[in-house]
């Protein structure tokens, strides 16, 4: 069946730019991960999705970040006004609840 | 919190060789899960084993195995027959169901490894 998938594939945007990254999980699948993965502070977690709730928004840097799940599916990561240190691979995994993650391709963003 | 150490930042084997990776966690907690992911060069993060820390005896996987030490809080991944599709980072990871950690992934800082022709 369909993975995980993830789009665009590769952001460049300028400093001071708005993005929206986007995930479509497994079908089915109710929990839905944000990870980041950068060179300085490896991999690590940005939000988790239970359906459309976030109630754990705890890895999100700061205010400038964002996300939304809709319909129980597609979710958008949203960075405002984004910096040099946003660039970084950002990845989505799907599972069933506290089960096994399952990873999309990631998206690969550079902020010039 | 719970932290993941991979202490070898890269290893090397020959093709058809053994080769194995270490991870060490911290944690307080009884019931957990722990995890090997590998991540070639597409970016693409792909689950190879995964671990129960209720169960005693050790997952594998084909050519993967891990040996799983409760006490020690050890978890090392044993590839057998490496072959060069095995080329890849590979991260270890813990998960903690239930409660508040709601399954997010406490990952390590990967072990790059190459297997060579």
């Known amino acids: 069946g369909a993975g995980v998938s993830q789009s665009p594939s590769n952001k460049v945007t300028e400093k001071g730019k708005d993005v929206e990254l986007r995930c479509d999980p497994i079908s089915g699948h109710t929990a839905l991960y944000w990870y980041r993965q950068s060179l300085g502070q490896g991999l690590e977690f940005l939000i988790y999705?239970?359906?459309?709730?976030?109630?754990?928004k705890s890895g999100l840097p700061s205010d400038r970040f964002s996300a939304e799940r809709t319909g129980g599916s597609v979710s958008t990561l949203t960075i405002q006004r984004t910096q040099q240190e946003d660039s970084a691979v950002y990845l989505c995994?799907?599972?069933?609840?506290?089960?096994?993650?399952?990873f999309g391709p990631g998206t690969r963003l550079l902020v010039l | 919190a719970q932290t993941v150490t991979q202490s070898q930042p890269e290893m090397s084997v020959q093709e058809a060789e053994t080769v194995t990776l270490s991870c060490t966690y911290d944690t307080s907690e009884s019931n957990y899960y722990l995890f090997w992911y590998k991540q070639p060069p597409s970016r693409q993060m792909i689950l190879v084993i995964r671990?129960?820390?209720?169960?005693?005896q050790n997952a594998t996987e084909n050519r993967f195995s891990v040996n799983f030490q409760k006490a020690a809080k050890s978890f090392s991944l044993k590839i057998s027959d490496s072959q060069l599709g095995d080329t890849a980072m590979y991260f270890c990871a813990f998960m903690t169901p239930g409660g508040t950690s709601y399954g997010k992934l406490t990952f390590g800082q990967g072990t790059i490894l190459t297997v060579h022709p």
């Open positions: 995994a799907s599972g069933q609840v506290q089960e096994t993650q399952y």
């Open positions: 671990q129960e820390a209720y169960k005693q």
């Open positions: 999705f239970q359906g459309n709730s976030a109630p754990d």
